[in-house]
């Protein structure tokens, strides 16, 4: 099979990634997933790994911990989830000199997406066949295609981010030498559970008895304790972002203090400060890491001023200032609206809106409201997102003013780019399926930006 012929076929698998709602427990089915790994000889065990979850940062910390081992000049593999422009993009090793859509450079090639799929495909017909769990599904074939990469490629460690949750997660086989667990919010409360602590119940699922965890900074008391007693329950050492990790920001660097080690001044060149608390964890992780690893401090400092992680407060136009980010819950919606306003303090926001129709719309959009002097409602052409009309409607009912729709998104992008003023910044949000269709736009010239 060509590429072509290949991501055909693997769109045959059923994509959860494209359905607002399905009953958690019964489609993401470990004991399928663990009957898949064994035909192809348990490609997970054939090479360490670091497990990240979490609701808000898991993507930044695993990018960043793969860029700090990059350059301390290790093969690292990365898989993540989902992805902007390209398949390839879940992907990535640190030692390929490789062209894709985004410009990572180091990604999968179609070639060896198809040379491999090629090859396991009597494989994976037979097992769908013969399977009484049922056919896997599309995240399950990529996570094996992720793994069989990494053996193929002999990597020293890959860096794996939970795709959904954690306990049930078809990644949640690998044998990990270390975990973290990012900030845990409300999100995908119809699958993960309607509170808190149910959805940090599915995310503790990751832990590993005597594996080392680090814990980044958390919002609420409860989840701290439900892993505290998780960690106890398993003899795990736990590291914990604000307790026995010290750590200390201002709005541009930050410092942690681990195991009578000091890591001072660090900075970064991700905007937004909240991605310091997430890079404490990945910092926390690469110190565990020493133990079997030649990282250095400079290296770490390094790393963390050259991550390239688009979709994520990312400026495409300066003129007018046009940002992207991929946040979709109300936790991350708000985060964002206070950076942006702290930021850009002189400067209305135009919050250009999609929301998928499993999130809390009402409750982004209430968020929204507080920072965006103007907030208009769009759609693509995707399966999860609502249509504008509907958030139109959530708006209505909640009795807010200054807001709009435009469906036609590519026509309100080419108004957006002829803006000729200096007063305001246009926000792209709310879906990384909008963010991506975005970038798409930006990157391959469909309009004519200055």
Known sequence: MDYKEVISYLNSFFDLENISHYDYSRELNLDRMRDLLVVFDNPQNQFKSVHVAGSKGKGTVAVSLYQILKECGYNAGLYTSPHLLSFRERIRVSSN????????????????????????????????????????????????????????????????EVGLGGRLDATNLINPIATAITKIVFEHTDKLGDTILKIAKEKTGILKKGVSCVLGVQKWEEVETIVKDKAKDISLPLFIVGENIEFMKDRSSFSIKIDDHMYQDLKTNLMGSFQLENLAVTVALSHLLKKEFSISDEKIKSALLNIYWPGR???????????????????????????????????????????????????????????????????????????????????????????SQEHNFMGLINRVCEYDKDDKIFLITGSIFLVSRALEVFKYGLLQVR
């Open 97 to 160: 000199v490789t062209k894709d859509p985004l410009g990572f450079g180091d990604t999968i090639t179609e070639e060896e997406i198809a040379e491999i799929i090629s090859q396991i495909k009597p494989s994976l017909e037979d097992f769908s066949s013969k399977s009484r769990w049922g056919k896997p599904t599309f995240f399950e074939v990529y996570t094996l295609l992720a793994f069989l990469y990494f053996v193929r490629e002999k990597i020293d460690l890959a860096i794996i």
């Open 313 to 403: 407060m990312q400026i495409v136009k300066k003129n007018p200032c046009i940002i992207l980010d991929a946040a979709h819950t109300t936790e991350s919606i708000s985060i964002l609206g206070k950076e942006l306003k702290d930021r850009f303090k002189n400067k209305d926001i135009t919050t250009i809106l999609a929301i998928s129709k499993d999130k809390d719309r009402e409750g982004i959009i209430k968020e929204a409201v507080l920072f965006s002097k103007e907030i208009i409602f769009t759609h693509i052409d995707n399966p999860r997102l609502s249509e504008s009309e509907e958030l139109l409607l959530i708006a209505e009912k909640l009795s807010l003013d200054c807001f």
